[in-house]
Every structure is written in C-alpha cells, then in structure tokens.
C-alpha cells in the first residue's frame, strides 16, 4: 500500500512538478512534457513522480501507440488525481498563491 497523502515531502522540485500539472489539471503529460515545464533533469523528476503515485496525487498509464509506427518508445503518461488536485492546490494556496512565479 502507498503513502499516505499527507506524508508527501514537499521540496521546491516536487512543487515544481505538482506546478506543470497545475496548469491543466486535467491533461495528461509524459515524463518529458513535464521536464519541459518544470526543467527538472530527469534524475530527479522520475523519482519525484513516482512518489506522487505511489501516495495517490497522480495515476499513470502508457499510451496507447504502436512503438514501431510513431519512430520512438512509448510514453507513460501521467494525470493528477482528483485528491491530487486538491492537496495539490492546498499546498499552494498555503504559499498564498496558485502556482510558483
């Protein structure tokens, strides 16, 4: 069983993932997508997702392609849940804002 919500370490790379989904809350990003957004090196951002679904804030899926087709790996995908949503916006609203300037 995964963490509990509350027990997610909240370091300034975690916020700045839980940011680029923010944005859409709704839209799903692939791991690249948010090193893009957040310009988180790789290393660290898997780590920190991960985390995030294992405690709930986010489930993942890979797309649905054929590798073979498109010319590269399939991606997972990743998507805020709607507890995520929540805790997500609670923390950020605790700084006093929506999101990181």
């Known amino acids: 069983m995964g963490k509990q919500e ?14 680029a989904f923010l944005d859409n809350p709704a839209d799903e990003l692939s ?10 090196a790789s290393g660290t ?3 920190i997702l991960l985390r995030l679904e294992s405690a ?6 890979w797309e649905a ?3 073979a ?6 991606r997972r995908l ?3 849940t709607p507890s ?4 997500a916006s609670e923390v950020f609203a605790s700084f006093g804002r929506g999101v990181l300037a």
Do not use: C, H, N
Not at 6 to 19: A, F, G, N
Not at 31 to 40: C, E, F, H, L, N
Not at 69 to 74: D, E, H, L, T
């Open 78 to 80: 990743y998507r805020l």
């Open 31 to 40: 791991g690249a997508d948010v090193q893009k957004r957040s310009s988180i």
């Open 84 to 87: 995520g949503l929540t805790r």
């Open 6 to 19: 509350r027990d997610v370490r909240m370091s300034l790379q975690t916020l700045k993932v839980l940011e």
């Open 69 to 74: 087709s498109v010319g590269r790996p399939r």
């Open 65 to 67: 392609v054929d590798p």
């Open 56 to 61: 709930g804030w986010f489930v993942s899926r």
């Open 45 to 47: 951002l898997y780590p």
